[in-house]
Each structure stands twice: as C-alpha cells, then as structure tokens.
C-alpha cells in the first residue's frame, strides 16, 4: 500500500518544515498552498515537488482539490502545526501492511498556553485523518471525510501545536463563530437572549468542571473561559443576523 500526505498551508513559514520534516517517509506529499506571502512555497519545495496553489473558498474544497492529485492508494491528512511522531509512523506503517478498516482516527496532543492541554475536551480528540484516497471531504464549517463505516482507532498521537499565543486564538474563535452562525442562520435557526446568557454558562461548567479543566490550573481556567466565549459569540452573531 502506498501513502501521501495531504497539507494545506498559509503563510506557514515558521511550522512548515518541521512538519515536513516528520512526514518525509511518505510516498508523496502533495501541498495546497492560500497564495502563501511569506517563505512557506520556497521551503516546502525542498521536501515535494507537488506544490499548488489555489484561492480558498473553504476547507473541504480546497482539501479535495488537493485529493484529486495525491496518487497512492491512502492518505494522510496533516496540518502545518501538526507533528507525526516516530511510533506514530511505525503504527501507520504496521495498519496499512493489513488495511483491516477504511479509515484511521488519529488521537491529537494539543498544546496551548505551554502546556499539553490534557483536559477541557481536548484529549484524546480524535480525527480521522488517514483513509482510503479515494474518499472525500464535505462540510463548509466543521469539514470531515465522507467516511462513517469501518473506522479504527490508532493508539499513538500526534503533536498538535494550537495556536501560537491568545489573540492567534481570538482571531480564529472570530472567524469561526462567524462561519458556525452563517451556517446556522442559513438553517433558519433562531436563539432568544436567555439561550444566549446560559449557553456560555453551561459551557464554562461542562469544560472546567465536566472535563477536569480545573485539573490544569490556570490554563484550564482561561480555556474554559474561552470556550464559553466561543458559544456567547456564535449565538450573539446568529441573533444579530435574524435581527437585521
């Protein structure tokens, strides 16, 4: 069974090369690239020669733009700020000699704000990211491979390298609660001002209690927080357009 590695980049000149780096085993890689302003083309064609660039619309396009030239037989989805571990390349190795699922979900170590966020819903947080590459992807927001059936679990994680600092963070909570509320809003979804008052309450709780976020300390703290931000933004902009 042969594998390529599929990655998607944006002016990522400071992450690209060490994930390169951890997925030049591969049989390929094939790199989709936003029209990068920053070194990211020059670096990432000292690892493949199978460089694109394509304007982005949204994620599930721009990731099946760059299945439609990956060659091999599977696929292994990464992102700039992720890291495949040696026993995590060992393990892949090892599944695709048998193939015994179409797809592998891929357990994730995130970290933020120094530290492996352990808790708060952020482990193992799975994701299928290795599968046959004939599969594709769907979704405007929360993009996923159109694969629910015969999915198996791998046990080694990879590196995750969140977001850079908070207001990296605050950037994308910005754009993705616009993103989640467009969607919503196009679904006719509707949220009074109470929903939107004890929906980030319920989050807080869920993520600092629920999910052991306390268990981290100050970084459980201002991540539970966050998350609960994420839910009064999103619900605050879903009423904002219904009210237009």
């Not at 064609?45 to 394509?54: A, P």
């Not at 799975?126 to 491979?145: A, D, Q």
């Not at 006719?188 to 309450?201: D, E, N, Q």
Request: aromatic share 14%.
């Amino acid at each position: 069974m042969t594998l390529g590695v599929l990655l998607l980049t944006y002016n990522e000149e400071e992450n690209i090369k060490e994930c390169l780096e951890s997925v030049k085993w591969a049989d390929e890689i094939v790199l989709v690239d936003s029209y990068s302003k920053d070194r990211t083309l020059e670096l990432a064609k000292e690892y493949t020669d199978k460089v694109y660039q394509r304007s982005f619309d949204d994620f599930a396009s721009q990731r099946n733009y760059g299945l439609d030239r990956i060659e091999s037989d599977w696929v292994l989805v990464v992102d700039a700020d992720e890291r495949i571990t040696s026993v995590l390349k060992e393990e892949i190795n090892s599944v695709l000699k048998e193939a015994k699922g179409d797809g592998y979900r891929v357990p994730r170590k995130n970290f933020f704000l120094g530290k492996w966020i352990k808790y708060c819903g952020w482990y193992p947080d799975h994701t299928l990211r290795l599968f046959k590459s004939h599969i594709r992807y769907s979704g405007k927001v929360h993009e996923s491979p159109n694969l629910k059936r015969n999915i198996i679990d791998l046990q080694n994680s990879l590196i995750h390298y969140t977001y850079r600092d908070l207001a990296h963070y605050l950037n994308k909570i910005n754009h993705y609660t616009t993103l989640d509320a467009n969607e919503k809003y196009l679904k006719g979804k509707k949220k009074g001002i109470a929903y939107i008052i004890f929906r980030p309450l319920l989050e807080f709780i869920k993520k600092f209690i629920f999910k052991k976020g306390f268990l981290l300390g100050k970084q459980g703290f201002i991540l539970s927080v966050l998350s609960s931000y994420y839910q009064f933004l999103k619900y605050i902009k879903l009423w904002e357009k219904n009210n237009k």
